[in-house]
């Protein structure tokens, strides 16, 4: 069974003995018998202050709710949102604090704000002279595979900050690594290694439990689904919020899902086959109507690739329905529009440039950052 960084966290006192400590975590930072990471780290250190990401450190916030601070009731700390006025932490949050931990589980996707809660913080350490310690925790779609383009750092945000694909395939400890080497950070980092873990594991291998890690990441396979259909939030298609399988979804009430399906089981996408389904999502887009819907079935993660099919579906639907898909606008005047952000470029939402062109261009910036990755391996 692996262990993650907060199992070993005795071996590693030291690094935290006569210093404040601050903590960013979220409900997936607990050890492998469940005990919360808040818990343990009150009991074992001067633990002084809470950090919250998007959907607060308890998880009981849909995605894109502003936090306030608030104090946690469980163990009377105050908690500071890093996901409302502050995205970085303020130098008084910091004034509070020697050093400053993170642990929360990733999902192995560019277009996750969790990643730069953590960039944010450890730019937010160098600059206040704070050390910086990572958790680490498996990547739950294996630390070895990598897809996708790499981000044009003309459309960083929120969910894709730094020029990386959408499947980096590192765990967060060595990601974070990256993060300060590659793109200069250079704030006094550790990362607490975890034991049993190698690269080809997925979180099933792992032995650990599932926690989710934000509301619509319900299941241990989530992941591979998140990767696939989130460019559909860019879109007026539902991509499944509001139903017990979000991502695992895509619909919208104009869909001829039935034509749709027939197209990509044509395809020739491997490790993946798709239904017809229909839903009604209790929340977000098309609430309460009836969607034709295509549900995505991974038959073999190890062949499957997300990016490829989420894009190969795009392409589908709009050649099915090129009047009726549309791209949701940007959300700040000046601003470029959503799927840009997750895609990290215009081509997909514009169109003008063929499928087999943008797979090509993906598979170049695979190779690329394949080789830049490998210098931060933690874990053979």
Same mark, same amino acid.
């Given at each position: 069974?692996?262990?993650?960084?907060?199992?070993?966290?005795?071996?590693?006192?030291?690094?935290?003995?006569?210093?404040?400590?601050?903590? #960013?975590?979220?409900? =997936?930072? +607990?050890?492998?018998?469940?005990?919360? *990471? !808040?818990?343990?780290?009150?009991? /074992?250190?001067?633990?002084?202050?809470?950090?919250?990401?998007?959907?607060?450190?308890?998880?009981?916030?849909?995605?894109? #709710?502003?936090?306030? =601070?608030? +104090?946690?009731?469980?163990?009377?700390? *105050? !908690?500071?949102?890093?996901?409302? /006025?502050?995205?970085?932490p303020s130098k008084e949050m910091m004034d509070l604090i020697d050093i400053m931990v993170f642990d929360i589980q990733g999902v192995g996707a560019r277009f996750y704000t969790y990643l730069y809660t953590m960039a944010y913080v450890m730019i937010a350490c160098k600059e206040n002279g704070k050390k910086m310690v990572v958790l680490d925790r498996p990547n739950p779609v294996?630390?070895?595979?990598?897809?996708?383009?790499?981000?044009?750092?003309?459309?960083?945000?929120?969910?894709?900050?730094?020029?990386?694909?959408?499947?980096?395939?590192?765990?967060?400890?060595?990601?974070?690594?990256?993060?300060?080497?590659?793109?200069?950070?250079?704030?006094?980092?550790?990362?607490?290694?975890?034991?049993?873990?190698?690269?080809?594991?997925?979180?099933?291998?792992?032995?650990?439990?599932?926690?989710?890690?934000?509301?619509?990441i319900p299941y241990v396979e989530t992941p591979y689904y998140f990767l696939t259909t989130c460019y559909f939030e860019g879109t007026n298609l539902s991509e499944g919020r509001g139903t017990a399988k979000p991502f695992h979804l895509v619909g919208s009430p104009y869909l001829d899902n039935v034509k749709v399906v027939k197209i990509l089981n044509e395809s020739g996408l491997e490790g993946v086959v798709f239904r017809t389904a229909y839903f009604t999502p209790n929340f977000s887009k098309h609430q309460g109507v009836l969607c034709n819907g295509i549900e995505v079935i991974i038959t073999d993660k190890n062949i499957f690739k997300p990016v490829k099919t989420g894009y190969t579906m795009m392409d589908v639907i709009r050649k099915v329905h090129p009047k009726e898909l549309e791209f949701i606008p940007p959300y700040t005047e000046g601003g470029h529009p959503f799927l840009d952000l997750l895609t990290g470029n215009k081509t997909l939402r514009e169109g003008k440039v063929s499928l087999e062109n943008m797979l090509k261009k993906m598979e170049e910036d695979t190779e690329k950052f394949m080789k830049i990755k490998r210098r931060y391996h933690l874990y053979d």
């Open positions: 069974m692996v262990k993650t960084g907060i199992d070993l966290i005795d071996e590693n006192l030291s690094l935290f003995k006569n210093k404040r400590v601050g903590l #960013v975590t979220n409900p =997936t930072g +607990v050890n492998s018998n469940l005990e919360s *990471t !808040v818990d343990v780290m009150k009991r /074992k250190t001067n633990l002084v202050a809470l950090f919250a990401p998007e959907h607060g450190v308890r998880g009981d916030l849909q995605a894109g #709710v502003h936090l306030d =601070t608030y +104090v946690d009731k469980a163990t009377d700390i *105050t !908690v500071y949102s890093l996901y409302g /006025k502050h995205r970085h294996n630390a070895d595979m990598v897809e996708g383009d790499i981000l044009d750092i003309n459309y960083r945000s929120f969910v894709g900050y730094y020029p990386i694909p959408q499947r980096f395939g590192l765990t967060v400890g060595e990601l974070a690594k990256l993060f300060n080497e590659e793109f200069g950070i250079k704030c006094d980092l550790t990362v607490i290694k975890m034991s049993g873990y190698e690269r080809k594991m997925d979180y099933r291998d792992s032995g650990l439990i599932w926690i989710m890690p934000s509301p619509n």
